[in-house]
Every structure is written in structure tokens, then in C-alpha cells.
Nanobody
Framework: QLQLVESGGGLVQTGGSLRLSCAASGITLDYYAIAWFRQAPGKEREGVSC????????YYADSVKGRFTISRDNAKNTVYLQMNSLKPEDTAVYYC?????????????????WGQGTQVTVSS
């Protein structure tokens, strides 16, 4: 069965870095778009980044472009989100999500499968 498990969150100061991991089981990454979403207290869930299954192409929200990098290791069935130059407004629970043959441009909250999330807190 498809499962996604996030890890790597924590507390970091403004300007610091974290790397989040999304370990997938029950799927082959070549067939799935894998995305990162985040939800801050009192705010709507936001699509952050996505990597496509077909070609590994990437997408980033304007708010994180140039600071975050998504990548995958197919052998490990793991997707990473490297987050640099973190800001307090990046504070949120970060979720990874998977969808079969999804187009990354369709970065909406209707992905088929979701992890449980990992907390990222950036102190000012």
C-alpha cells in the first residue's frame, strides 16, 4: 500500500537551512508526481514544490523559488526538499503528497496520497 513518511523538520533560526525527506513505499517514483505542501496556523494549505514522475521536472511556488530545491533518489524511493535562507513565514507543517501521472503544474490539494507532516519552525 502507498505510504509517505516525512522527516527532517525542526527548529531553525532565520537564514538557516533544513532538508526534508519524503520516504515513499508501495510506488515507483517514475509513475508519480511527488509534491510538498505546507500549512501554517490560520492559513490555507499551500503548494510549495513538485517533481514530476515522467521526467523529473520541477515546480516551485514563487514564495520559495531560489531558496528551496526539490530532488529525488529513485533507488531509495525518497524525495527531498532542501530549504535554504529560511524565513519566519516558512514556519508550517510540511506534507508530502503523491499522485499517479499528475502534472506538477496542477499543484492543488487533491493529490491522492498524503504523509502525516513534519513541523518546520523558523525563529525570528
Amino acid at each position: 500500500q502507498l505510504q509517505l513518511v516525512e522527516s527532517g523538520g525542526g527548529l531553525v533560526q532565520t537564514g538557516g537551512s533544513l532538508r526534508l525527506s519524503c520516504a515513499a513505499s508501495g510506488i515507483t517514483l517514475d509513475y508519480y508526481a511527488i509534491a510538498w505542501f505546507r500549512q501554517a496556523p490560520g492559513k490555507e494549505r499551500e503548494g510549495v514544490s513538485c517533481i514530476s514522475g515522467r521526467d523529473g521536472g520541477t515546480y516551485y511556488a514563487d514564495s520559495v523559488k531560489g531558496r528551496f530545491t526539490i530532488s529525488r533518489d529513485n533507488a531509495k524511493n525518497t524525495v527531498y526538499l532542501q530549504m535554504n535562507s529560511l524565513k519566519p513565514e516558512d514556519t508550517a507543517v510540511y506534507y508530502c503528497a503523491a499522485d499517479f501521472l499528475r502534472l506538477c503544474v496542477l499543484l492543488k490539494g487533491d493529490f491522492g496520497s498524503w504523509g502525516q507532516g513534519t513541523q518546520v519552525t523558523v525563529s525570528s
